[in-house]
C-alpha cells in the first residue's frame, strides 16, 4: 500500500532552521508531482510548496526565499528546508503525492517556532 512518511518536525526558536523528509513507498515516486501543505489550528490547510517530476517547484508567498523543496527520485524521498522560521510558521506539515486522480497524504509532523 501506499505510504508517505515524513519526519523532521519540532520545536525550534524564531529565525531557526528544521529540514522535513517524506519518504514515499508503494508509489513510481519519480512521477508524482510531490508536495507539502500545512494546517495551523482553526485554518485551512494550504499548500506550501511543490515539486513536480521535472523538477519544477512552486512556492507559497508567504515562504518564498526561505523555504526550499528538493526531491530526491532515487531515495522515493522529498525534502523542505525551512530557514529564518517565523511564529507563523507555526503548523502540522504533511507531504502529498498527486498524479491524475491519485492523492495520498502523509500523517503530518508538527513544527512549532517559538518567539
Known amino acids: 500500500q501506499v505510504q508517505l512518511v515524513e519526519s523532521g518536525g519540532g520545536l525550534v526558536q524564531a529565525g531557526g532552521s528544521l529540514k522535513l523528509s517524506c519518504a514515499a513507498s508503494?508509489?513510481?515516486?519519480?512521477?508524482?508531482?510531490m508536495g507539502w501543505y500545512r494546517q495551523a489550528p482553526g485554518k485551512q490547510r494550504e499548500l506550501v510548496a511543490s515539486v513536480t517530476s521535472g523538477d519544477s517547484t512552486n512556492y507559497a508567498d508567504s515562504v518564498k526565499g526561505r523555504f526550499t523543496i528538493s526531491r530526491d527520485n532515487a531515495k522515493n524521498t522529498v525534502y523542505l528546508q525551512m530557514n529564518s522560521l517565523k511564529p507563523e510558521d507555526t503548523a502540522v506539515y504533511y507531504c502529498?503525492?498527486?498524479?491524475?486522480?491519485?492523492?495520498?497524504w502523509g500523517q503530518g509532523t508538527q513544527v512549532t517556532v517559538s518567539s
Open positions: 508503494g508509489i513510481r515516486f519519480r512521477i508524482f508531482v
Open positions: 502529498n503525492a498527486k498524479m491524475g486522480t491519485r492523492n495520498y
